[in-house]
């Protein structure tokens, strides 16, 4: 079946370090985001990919990086310059190629600096 | 810009209860509407989209209308379960920006 796959489901960082989280899809979708959530608050956007190597900032790119060297991989980076890491990322995926289609999501990271 | 603004919650319900959960928004073009549930500790899920004005999007006993004249997507559904509680997200997807925006999420709960 076709899905979007986020890895870890649970993942523990001491501060300092850089850590990475996964998001692969096989939708053949042209288009791949990165979400933050807080508890209690909405998605907040922090990196977006519309094609193979290129890559935009959202709202909240500050202390995080991605990649896009593959269609259907978007790994993201939490680097140790991101002052409050600990949230739950959520990573989606649209095809622009045909319009009006919904975002696909994973089931989310959640990341806890110890 | 595009911007999406929801119902601030929580919202509880009894068991078969109406529900309404007001969204407006603002946007640039014709965009798609979305609206989007998620359960405690997952991702989101597509509940129901309208894509043009005056389309309804329904689903699972939920439906919203795309009305352009008032820029709104209010969700609502006739009787509540239980297992409706979640956090529904409204949206709506701008093919000129290449993203979606998102209102802030409102949470239902449904008691028994």
């Known amino acids: 079946d076709g899905g979007i796959t986020q890895s870890p489901k649970y993942l523990f960082r001491k501060e300092g370090q850089n850590v990475t989280l996964s998001c692969e899809q096989n939708?053949?979708?042209?288009?791949m985001y990165w979400y933050r959530q807080d508890p209690g608050q909405g998605l907040r956007l922090i990196y977006y990919s519309q094609i193979v190597n290129d890559f935009q900032k959202g709202d909240i790119a500050e202390g995080y990086s991605v990649s896009r060297e593959k269609k259907e991989s978007f790994p993201l980076t939490v680097t140790s310059a991101q002052k409050n890491p600990t949230a739950f990322y959520l990573c989606?995926?649209?095809?622009?190629?045909?319009?009006?289609?919904?975002?696909?999501f994973g089931q989310g990271t959640r990341l806890t600096v110890v | 810009g595009n911007s999406v603004t929801q119902m601030e919650g929580p919202v509880t319900l009894s068991e078969e209860a109406f529900l309404t959960i007001n969204c407006t928004y603002t946007?640039?073009?014709?965009?798609?509407l979305f609206w989007y549930v998620q359960y405690p500790g997952e991702g989101l899920q597509l509940l129901l989209k309208a894509t043009k004005a005056d389309d309804k999007g329904s689903n699972k006993g939920f439906e919203a209308t795309y009305r352009k004249e008032t820029t709104s997507f209010h969700l609502e559904k006739g009787s509540v379960q239980v297992s409706d509680s979640a956090v529904y997200f409204c949206?709506?997807?701008?093919?000129?920006?290449?993203?979606?925006?998102f209102g802030d999420g409102t949470t239902l709960t449904v008691k028994p």
């Open positions: 949206a709506l997807f701008n093919t000129n920006a290449g993203k979606s925006t």
């Open positions: 939708l053949n979708h042209d288009a």
């Open positions: 989606a995926s649209q095809s622009l190629a045909k319009m009006n289609t919904e975002a696909f």
């Open positions: 946007a640039t073009g014709y965009p798609s």
